[in-house]
């Protein structure tokens, strides 16, 4: 399988980016997909997690009622919407694919290369 991900770049506090994670190689409607993130000397952290049929999601704390995950299964896509993004949130985006529902990064069994977002002050 494989997973690309786009749509990084840099934009000031408060703006906005749409991340976007193509898949192929798999059934993209099988699998729950997350997004996560990791700074410069940090660990790989959650973000969000979208559910097969978009019915369920799930946000780390730090990015709940900011940031929106979404799917789309015709298009083997999934998306995360950032707004009101924080120079905390700059880091290495990566979006991620599973066969079980979760948080951790050990459920997720193929990854993305990952995309750069840059949020100056």
């Known amino acids: 399988v494989q997973l690309q991900a786009s749509g990084g770049g840099l934009v000031q506090a408060g703006g906005s980016l749409r991340l976007s994670c193509a898949a192929s190689g798999r059934t993209f409607s099988e699998d729950v997909m997350g997004w996560f993130r990791q700074a410069p000397g940090k660990e790989r952290e959650f973000v969000s997690a979208i559910s097969r049929s978009s019915g369920t999601t799930n946000y780390a704390d730090s990015v709940k009622g900011r940031f929106a995950i979404s799917r789309d299964n015709a298009k083997n896509t999934v998306y995360l919407q950032m707004n009101s993004l924080k120079p905390e949130d700059t880091a290495v985006y990566y979006c991620?694919?599973?066969?079980?529902?979760?948080?951790?990064?050990?459920?997720?069994?193929?990854w993305g290369q990952g995309t750069q977002v840059t949020v100056s002050s």
């Open positions: 991620a694919a599973a066969t079980g529902w979760g948080r951790v990064t050990q459920l997720y069994d193929y």
